[in-house]
């Protein structure tokens, strides 16, 4: 099974930045596609930045050019590096990963952005 083990939230003041660590464990495959999203209470889940193993993103119109997702597919791990964050980027983040045929999450990492 695969494990997702997130690090990096944390408590920044607006305009500051926090780099989000995402490491993959487990039956992982080379065809998978890696991502963020977040999720603010009482609002739906939605997605930040994703990135195929080729090196293909896809950004959340709110973050494209502030945030930059990377990847290493040797160790299977996935960053996203947020600049000039905003209190509205307030939330939890959550790693994720889509394999051939399922998907996986992790815990979850608060990052909140003070005024």
């Known amino acids: 099974q695969v494990r997702l083990v997130e690090s990096g939230g944390g408590l920044v003041q607006a305009g500051g930045s926090l780099r989000l660590s995402c490491a993959a464990s487990g039956s992982i495959f080379n065809n998978n596609v890696m991502g963020w999203y977040r999720q603010v209470q009482g609002k739906e889940r939605e997605l930040v930045a994703s990135i195929t193993s080729t090196g293909t993103t896809n950004y959340a119109e709110s973050v494209k050019g502030r945030f930059t997702i990377s990847r290493d597919n040797a160790m299977n791990t996935a960053s996203l590096q947020m600049n000039s964050l905003k209190p509205e980027d307030t939330a939890v983040y959550y790693c994720?990963?889509?394999?051939?045929?399922?998907?996986?999450w992790g815990q979850g990492t608060q990052v909140t952005v003070s005024s």
């Open positions: 994720h990963l889509r394999a051939l045929f399922s998907q996986y």
